[in-house]
């Protein structure tokens, strides 16, 4: 299986900031890298697609980008509201698998 | 707009068998071109990819996990269920379905539903 190591494990941040989440996996995908937020008893929401494609609906102000091993997911201005569990998930080969999430506080 | 609903019992006996599932609206199960998927999330942990199932029937399963479960349609019903076999603590949960979407590069899972709790407990 491939593994998804996403650091930091959690995070504080105040409204304002500019936040960068990474995620790496063990081997090559390409550009096959999801990020989802999970808010605490909901379902995991689609944030981006394909690395860099932005899903309906998501603010601009979540932008994810990198290929091959190295990723990132950046939120340019936080909002109160984007408190949550972040996950990237590689969906390049079965089974799709996950990282370990990276908790943000506001 | 798809919507995904999960339905179950909530609590399971050791070594029992456990039956979810998964009722689906806005699309057609049987005909539609997704792959339907089941995850499920211990208490406090990460997500973990359990398998999925096509619109023609065709299954995968997760190698990592035990195989002790399968997932299944009834497009009578637009509904697609996971059973899991001989469960044990270590099947509490809660579990998610999900479409997987996709373009012609990429797949992801972009409709969920609620999730629902399942605690095996004698």
């Known amino acids: 299986d491939i593994q998804m190591t996403q650091s930091p494990s959690s995070l504080s941040a105040s409204v304002g900031d500019r936040v960068t989440i990474t995620c790496r996996a063990s081997?090559?995908?390409?550009?096959?890298l999801n990020w989802f937020q999970q808010k605490s008893g909901k379902a995991p929401k689609l944030l981006i697609f394909g690395s860099s494609n932005l899903h309906a609906g998501v603010p601009s102000r979540y932008s994810g980008s990198g290929t091959g091993t190295d990723f990132t997911l950046t939120i340019s201005s936080l909002q109160f509201e984007d408190f949550g569990t972040y996950y990237c998930q590689q969906s390049y080969a079965n089974p799709y698998t996950f990282g370990q999430g990276t908790k943000l506080d506001i | 707009q798809v919507q995904l609903q999960e339905s179950g019992p909530g609590l399971v006996k050791p070594s029992e068998t456990l039956s979810l599932t998964c009722s689906v609206s806005g699309a057609s199960i049987g005909t539609d071109d997704f792959y339907w998927n089941w995850f499920r999330q211990p208490p406090g942990k990460g997500l973990e990819f359990m398998g999925n199932i096509y619109y023609n029937g065709k299954t995968y399963y997760n190698p990592s996990l035990e195989s002790h479960f399968t997932i299944s349609l009834d497009t009578s019903k637009n509904q697609f269920s996971l059973r899991l076999n001989s469960v044990t603590a270590a099947d509490t949960a809660v579990y998610y379905c999900?479409?997987?979407?996709?373009?012609?590069?990429?797949?992801?899972?972009?409709?969920w539903g609620q999730g629902t709790l399942v605690t095996v407990s004698s």
């Open positions: 999900a479409r997987l979407g996709h373009t012609i590069d990429w797949y992801y899972s972009d409709f």
């Open positions: 081997q090559n995908i390409n550009t096959h």
